[in-house]
């Protein structure tokens, strides 16, 4: 117990979550039953909204099924617990047994987004009676909406980054820049940077903390999927006739779930072969990419340097960002030589013994 009656919990070893040490991190007001929930940018439900005409441009920019993935309501206090297990060190939640996290296969499953190519700066109704060029337009517009409303958004709320327009012109073009990787990157900075005590809001696309949560933390109030052939998994949580209400936990109720989870509470392998077989096409192609290097063996010292958590776009547009981000690009082409195969002990691949050991001593358990 420290001064003023606030608790100071953390590891015995501090040489991984050095960034604790200030006390800035959400965790020290959790305990200290602080509660804090963010602030959520919402988000229209695009499937009913969808003319029939432009679907087709979609289709080919790459962002039909990201468009019928909209569906829930937000679950705030879910995912302001969730980011309080966040570390910004090693862009893991960190939970009593292990670490987890959200990858690119999360990101293609349930919003079907494409995955290929480089990963451009600028990402780190009815209609009748028009003609073609009217009709591409319209949905030039829909995939901006889409963009800042859900996949890359943020609390201006009602304004549009024109800096998308340019990634836009050519459809074909469109779908070969890496917008999951860019969703998954502008969600982990928002992960990082909501961790500050001071924080009150999260930006980038939340909704995949909630949907990654069910599915992973059995007794959550997961809803059944409903494989549906055609939809990505995003889509698949309420009856399109009748919406799917659910009874949102207190944070509390949240604090001491997550407190009591242990390995075998987790789901580590939650996408079945029968899912997969059943998803679109778009949210199969390139599954070589959702290998990674996982942390389950007691890992090397991290790569992440903090004052990357700094960095961002504005006034910055005339730097070279492929010169400066070299180190981090040669590591991403040397992806295939630095995997880390872990063998399924009792049907699913979790944490060994010697892992458990360092975390205890690498880690705060809450």
């Given at each position: 117990?420290?001064?003023?009656?606030?608790?100071?919990?953390?590891?015995?070893?501090?040489?991984l979550l050095y960034l604790q040490k200030d006390g800035k991190h959400v965790s020290i007001?959790?305990?200290?039953?602080?509660?804090?929930?963010?602030?959520v940018r919402k988000y229209r439900d695009f499937r009913h909204f969808i003319p029939e005409e432009i679907v087709g441009h979609l289709r080919q920019a790459g962002f039909y099924e990201a468009a019928l993935a909209g569906s829930l309501k937000l679950d705030k206090v879910l995912i302001s617990t969730m980011v309080e297990r966040w570390r910004p060190e090693t862009h893991t939640f960190h939970m009593p047994f292990g670490e987890c996290t959200i990858t690119l296969q999360?990101?293609?499953?349930?919003?079907?987004?494409?995955?290929?190519?480089?990963l451009s700066p600028e990402l780190l109704g009815v209609i009748g009676g028009v003609g073609p060029i009217e009709i591409m337009y319209v949905a030039r517009a829909n995939m901006l909406r889409l963009i800042d409303t859900f996949l890359l958004c943020d609390h201006t709320g009602s304004h549009v980054p024109l800096r998308y327009l340019i990634l836009l012109r050519d459809f074909e073009e469109t779908a070969k820049y890496s917008w999951g990787s860019a969703v998954l990157t502008?969600?982990?900075?928002?992960?990082?940077?909501?961790?500050?005590?001071?924080?009150?809001?999260?930006?980038?696309?939340?909704?995949?903390?909630?949907?990654?949560?069910?599915?992973?933390?059995?007794?959550t109030d997961m809803i059944p999927l409903q494989?549906?052939?055609?939809?990505?998994?995003?889509?698949?949580?309420?009856?399109?006739?009748?919406?799917?209400?659910?009874?949102?936990?207190?944070?509390e109720w949240w604090h001491t779930k997550l407190d009591d989870l242990r390995s075998n509470d987790f789901v580590w392998m939650s996408y079945s072969d029968d899912?997969?077989?059943?998803?679109?096409?778009?949210?199969?192609?390139?599954?070589?990419?959702?290998?990674?290097?996982?942390?389950?063996?007691?890992?090397?010292?991290?790569?992440?340097?903090?004052e990357m958590h700094d960095i961002s776009l504005k006034e910055k547009e005339k730097q070279n960002w492929v010169h400066?981000?070299?180190g981090f690009i040669r590591l991403w082409s040397e992806r295939h030589q630095r995997l880390a195969n872990k063998p399924e002990v009792n049907g699913h691949v979790g944490p060994n013994e010697e892992y458990i050991i360092w975390y205890d001593e690498h880690s705060i358990l809450g």
């Open positions: 117990m420290a001064d003023q009656g606030v608790v100071k919990l953390g590891p015995k070893d501090q040489s007001s959790s305990w200290n039953e602080q509660n804090r929930i963010l602030k999360d990101v293609a499953l349930h919003l079907g987004l494409p995955l290929m190519g480089m502008l969600l982990y900075h928002e992960l990082c940077y909501a961790t500050g005590v001071e924080r009150t809001e999260i930006d980038g696309c939340a909704y995949l903390i909630q949907l990654w949560t069910w599915l992973r933390i059995p007794g494989l549906d052939p055609g939809l990505p998994l995003a889509a698949r949580w309420r009856n399109p006739e009748e919406p799917i209400k659910w009874e949102k936990k207190q944070i899912v997969l077989n059943a998803l679109p096409e778009r949210c199969r192609e390139n599954m070589h990419l959702w290998r990674i290097v996982v942390p389950m063996p007691v890992p090397n010292a991290s790569s992440q340097q903090n400066n981000m070299r």
